[in-house]
């Protein structure tokens, strides 16, 4: 069976911290895909990255970067310098190859206080 | 470039009334569609996905139904409306070729409220 769990369900930070938000998933298959997801007050969901599972290879965008480590089944997001905009909720999520299904976890609210 | 509509942006119904409500999506062909529930403070249900005109998959047994008439079309009903039915309900779309990308994007949602 197929989890994603983002056992974090509310972090509140001061502005300019550094905050990093746990992603930890299950599959048996060798080949799958890992998303973040943003989503602001406004509801919609904004992709924020996506990453293969032969790609281990750290990625930063700006103040984002994505920790994807399959030796732990972690896909962990951190916020550096974190500002008032960044409040929202955060959505990890997998997909196999070859299927239609995301499995999404259950969100982490970040809330950044000024 | 691609977007994805949705409409209405919010509705209030009383219960037992009907529900229509429809998601396009602009600059792709032969995408896959999905209709997601959230309730309020939660996460993302999943309740149908579509690969093409008029195939729909049901995830979640419940009063509601899709249809695909169009293929950038995607419309999610209701015959009578219960209060549970009320949340977030967001459309997605997937680009059909996965051989370059599996990223699923999200339209606007519609906020409905069965009072």
Same mark, same amino acid.
């Given at each position: 069976a197929q989890k994603v769990t983002q056992a974090q369900t509310e972090i509140s930070v001061v502005e300019k911290e550094d905050v990093t938000l746990d992603c930890v998933y299950e599959t048996r298959d060798t080949t799958y895909y890992l998303f973040w997801y943003k989503q602001p007050p406004s509801g919609e969901l904004v992709f924020l990255i996506r990453r293969n599972s032969f790609d281990e290879q750290n990625e930063i965008s700006g103040r984002y970067s994505w920790n994807f480590q399959k030796s732990t089944s972690s896909f962990n997001f951190t916020i550096t310098?974190?500002? *008032? *905009?960044?409040?929202a909720v955060y959505f990890c999520a997998l997909k196999r190859a070859g299927t239609y299904k995301y499995i999404f976890g259950t969100g982490t609210r970040l809330k950044v206080l000024a | 470039s691609q977007t994805i509509h949705q409409w209405p942006a919010t509705l209030v119904q009383p219960v037992g009334s009907p529900l229509s409500l429809e998601c396009t999506v602009e600059g792709t062909s032969n995408p896959n569609l999905y209709w997601y529930r959230q309730a309020a403070g939660r996460g993302l249900q999943l309740l149908f996905y579509s690969v093409g005109i008029g195939q729909i998959s049901s995830e979640v047994p419940q009063n509601l139904s899709a249809s695909r008439p169009q293929d950038r079309q995607f419309i999610l009903s209701s015959k009578k409306l219960l209060l549970s039915d009320s949340g977030f309900y967001l459309c997605a779309w997937k680009p059909r070729d996965t051989g370059r990308t599996d990223t699923q994007y999200f339209g606007p949602g519609t906020r409905l409220t069965v009072l």
């Open positions: 310098a974190s500002q *008032v *905009v960044d409040s | -």
